[in-house]
């Protein structure tokens, strides 16, 4: 599988503002009087809403990584008890059904594991 990169958010943000930005110029100046002024203001709207939420999710990720700074490493747990957690992704996406995965907790409940509820 391959991994896409995605742009940092503060790097959408700005040229999300800076696209609203143009946008809002280009519609003082121009003063369409038609339905191109109506989808170039709503364009300029979702622009300036895609600014918005790149802001918030860089200050997420920044407050994340002071926390995770503060806190330190954090514990991996030993062992998952209860649920499907030990069935990969494959297995899952073959099991379309209810009676399927109760099969399978029914089948490691069985085999002396402790799971299901």
Known sequence: ??????P???AVAVAASS???ALLVA???WRPRSFLAVVLALLCV?????AGVSV???RQRRAEARERAANGPAEVPAQRTGGLSDVDADTLEALDS???LRAVRERRQGAGGVGGR
């Open 1 to 6: 599988m391959t991994r896409t990169l995605r």
């Open 56 to 58: 918030a999710e860089a």
């Open 19 to 21: 696209a609203a930005l």
């Open 8 to 10: 940092d958010a503060r």
């Open 98 to 100: 209810r009676d399927a």
């Open 46 to 50: 979702l622009l300036v809403m895609v």
């Open 27 to 29: 519609l003082i100046w």
